[in-house]
């Protein structure tokens, strides 16, 4: 009997999320931002949901704070199956109010992560394929 290797899925970049994308593969985080009104934009889209400006993917800070997040503890996902338990957390990033990005949160124990933490963006490769994904880590104080 062989091992299989299960790895995560991967993401399936269209015309509204490529900017994401590329970015990520360069280790910048980049989010969709209205030209016109200045809206920063989740999930992005072609024209602002307000103003119906175009929009353009932007570097942002990559820092946010924990707006919310759950502790997986089974296997739900192939690919995390060794990293039980993991958490997710829903980022609400420093350049706006209501600028939410769901990612993977390591560095931490998930017992000891809560809301409102500070959290910043690091890089990881995801397995399987050729691309990189934001995840999030607490921010060391100094």
């Not at 970049?13 to 360069?26: C, I, L, S």
């Not at 995390?80 to 997710?88: F, R």
């Amino acid at each position: 009997m062989t091992d299989t290797v299960m790895y995560p899925p991967q993401p399936a970049p269209d015309a509204d999320t490529e900017g994401f994308w590329q970015a990520t593969a360069q280790g910048h985080l980049a989010m969709c931002r209205c030209q016109d009104c200045g809206l920063w934009l989740m999930p992005p889209l072609e024209r602002c949901r307000v103003c119906a400006g175009a929009t353009a993917f932007e570097e942002v800070s990559g820092t946010g704070t924990l707006y919310s997040f759950i502790v997986q503890h089974h296997p739900a996902i192939s690919g995390y199956t060794e990293d039980l338990p993991y958490a997710v957390g829903l980022i609400e990033l420093d350049e706006q109010q209501g600028l939410r990005l769901p990612t993977r949160i390591v560095g931490v124990d998930p017992a000891d992560i809560v809301c409102d933490m500070r959290l910043q963006v690091v890089f990881e490769k995801l397995p399987g394929g050729d691309y990189v994904v934001p995840v999030f880590k607490p921010v060391v104080a100094t």
